[in-house]
């Protein structure tokens, strides 16, 4: 059996692969504050995202800067409370990016599912039990 060409150029380039978000700390922050539409407090999206304060910060600003989270400094109880939000933008390229993930697990399980294929594209005889 041979593989099946590669129909279209670039099919599994995957530009929908969002690099600010593909950061695994970004796409940690991400998750969390779209779960939570409400927003999250500094310290509860730190716990969260198991990160220190510095790279928190750092991850935040870059979001920030590409308007996907806002982050409101304010007063709780006399003391300060940084409250972080996902905006409207951020909300539709973490769902663009999803989309984009999804097909790179469909065209992963097309090929997983028939070891065979996996081994032909490889030039790899199947393993026999």
């Avoid at 310290?43 to 750092?58: A, E, F, P």
Wanted: net charge positive; aromatic share 4%; hydrophobic share 35%.
């Amino acid at each position: 059996m041979k593989p099946k060409p590669v129909s279209s150029e670039g099919r599994f380039a995957y530009g929908g692969l969002d690099r600010v978000i593909h950061e695994r700390a970004r796409l940690s922050v991400l998750t969390s504050l779209i779960t939570n539409p409400k927003g999250l407090t500094f310290n509860d999206l730190k716990q969260l995202c198991s990160l220190t304060d510095g790279n928190l910060s750092r991850h935040l600003r870059v979001l920030e800067q590409e308007e996907m989270v806002e982050i409101m400094k304010g007063q709780e109880r006399n003391r300060p409370q940084t409250v972080c939000r996902i905006t409207s933008s951020g909300r539709r390229r973490y769902v663009e990016y999803l989309s984009t993930l999804e097909q790179v697990v469909r065209d992963a399980e097309t090929v997983a599912k028939d070891d065979t294929s996996l081994a032909v594209v490889h030039g790899f005889a199947p393993l026999r039990a």
